[in-house]
């Protein structure tokens, strides 16, 4: 499975974002996707969960603001930023979750900024 984000920009700190991954297979199988970010000199991270159930889990850093959420008749799995703040500047990556198992792909640049 090959997965492609893409929805990243320049935006000011308030603003909001909607991010998109797309997988080029079926996810419906796939137990939990998350949504990771990278930021500059940090490790990667883990900052939202969806099952297939619906259920949903997000970082404490970003609970209250980002929003996930996943269709998977279209293979895609989406985060709703809102509220943004500098420090979520970050590329971000879809994978599975808690464990991500498959390549990383290139990701999307979000960067808050004013």
């Known amino acids: 499975v090959q997965l492609q984000a893409s929805g990243g920009g320049l935006v000011q700190p308030g603003g909001s974002l909607r991010l998109s991954c797309t997988a080029s297979a079926s996810i419906f199988m796939i137990r939990v996707m998350g949504w990771y970010r990278q930021a500059p000199g940090k490790q990667r991270e883990l900052v939202a969960t969806i099952a297939s159930s619906g259920d949903t889990n997000y970082a404490d850093s970003v609970k209250g603001r980002f929003t996930i959420s996943r269709d998977n008749a279209k293979n895609t799995v989406y985060l709703q930023m809102n509220s943004l703040k500098p420090e979520d500047t970050a590329v971000y990556y879809c994978?599975?979750?808690?464990?991500?198992?498959?390549?990383w792909g290139q990701g999307t640049l979000v960067t808050v900024s004013s």
């Open positions: 994978n599975s979750a808690p464990s991500p198992l498959f390549s």
